[in-house]
């Protein structure tokens, strides 16, 4: 596509619930990020993607939160039984490859745990 | 490993010169530079590469000394639409150019008319 997209744009779900985050990364970018910005807050980084692997896992905060990419492309971010503080933007970029590619940032899914 | 950026905030008037910058505890093979305005994601500005090379975009330049671990944004004769937060990203992975980007804390800019 013409570049990163994410869904659903906004996201409000109940305590406890699981939630789903997709990215549709640029065609051909092989490196996929997952990020997440709390209001006002920096961009943390939860996990990256080489193809469908992912040799980096560290930023995950805690078991509840999972990712997968397929074929190479669309990526899942799964949080279970989601807790208030997991509101934030969660936003998806993707690069060309993982050398020094600039990443280009989707629109991000603004998530709301009530 | 996150790097350090000041100021965290700016404000300027059209017209006058900023500097933000970016430090790392750990040896760097590269900075990259984001824009991110309210509302937004974040765009690319630049990367700079070993070497202390100075990149440009529009009057918006950066330096990168790997000695001292450290990056400069310089925003000259700012307008209007440089508002935003800035933020800088140093590799994950130590001294190498693969794996995650992790980014700094953010300096926020407000340019006034």
């Known amino acids: 596509g013409a570049g990163v997209s994410q869904s659903p744009s906004n996201k409000v779900t109940e305590k406890g619930k699981d939630v789903e985050l997709r990215c549709d990364p640029i065609?051909?970018?092989?490196?996929l990020y997952w990020y997440r910005q709390s209001l006002g807050q920096g961009l943390e980084f939860l996990i990256y993607?080489?193809?469908?692997?992912?040799?980096?896992k560290s930023g995950l905060p805690s078991d509840r939160f999972s990712a997968e990419r397929t074929g190479g492309s669309v990526s899942t971010l799964t949080i279970q039984r989601t807790q208030q503080e997991d509101s934030a933007v969660y936003l998806c970029?993707?690069?060309?490859?993982?050398?020094?590619?600039?990443?280009?940032f989707g629109s991000g899914t603004q998530l709301s745990v009530l | 490993q996150q790097p350090v950026q000041s100021p965290q905030a700016v404000i300027l008037r059209e017209g006058e010169d900023a500097v933000i910058n970016c430090s790392s505890s750990?040896?760097?093979?590269?900075v990259h530079w984001y824009r991110q305005k309210h509302g937004e994601a974040p765009v690319f500005l630049m990367i700079l590469l070993k070497g202390g090379e100075q990149k440009g975009h529009e009057k918006i330049s950066a330096s990168f000394n790997e000695k001292k671990q450290q990056s400069s944004l310089y925003l000259t004769a700012s307008q209007l639409s440089y508002s935003g937060t800035y933020f800088c990203g140093t590799p994950g992975v130590y001294g190498g150019s693969q794996g995650n980007l992790i980014f700094g804390k953010g300096t926020k800019l407000s340019v006034k008319p």
């Open positions: 970029a993707s690069s060309l490859g993982p050398n020094n590619e600039k990443l280009f």
């Open positions: 993607f080489q193809g469908n692997s992912a040799p980096d």
């Open positions: 065609s051909g970018h092989t490196a």
């Open positions: 750990k040896a760097l093979y590269s």
